[in-house]
């Protein structure tokens, strides 16, 4: 199973980003997919969860009201759109992927992991 993140880049605060999560031979619609993200220096953290079952959807309050999560299982692809990006998102992102039944958010839960994509927001 490989999982793969991409969209990062560099962007200016205000500026908006979609992450993407794709994968091969691994079908993420049956899946809980989970966004992490990690700082130098600091551990990595949860950013946006969404479920296996009922697509119930998770986000850190860091995040709430300026990134959402979704899917688009005609690509076999999980999105994480984000927008008003601060310089404290700056971070290297991961996408994984839960094979467990409802929304998990520790990254214990989680059996698949990607490369992760770089974003740092800065003027």
């Known amino acids: 199973v490989q999982l793969q993140a991409s969209g990062g880049g560099l962007v200016q605060p205000g500026g908006s980003l979609r992450l993407s999560c794709t994968a091969s031979r691994f079908t993420l619609g049956y899946s809980g997919i989970g966004w992490f993200r990690q700082a130098p220096g600091k551990e990595r953290e949860p950013v946006s969860c969404i479920s296996s079952s009922d697509d119930r959807t998770y986000y850190a309050d860091s995040v709430k009201g300026r990134f959402t999560i979704s899917r688009d299982n005609t690509r076999n692809t999980v999105y994480l759109q984000m927008d008003s990006l601060k310089p404290e998102d700056t971070a290297v992102y991961y996408c994984?992927?839960?094979?467990?039944?409802?929304?998990?958010?520790?990254?214990?839960?989680?059996?698949?992991w990607g490369r992760g994509t770089q974003v740092t927001v800065s003027s």
């Open positions: 994984a992927a839960a094979e467990v039944y409802g929304l998990v958010t520790s990254p214990h839960h989680y059996d698949y």
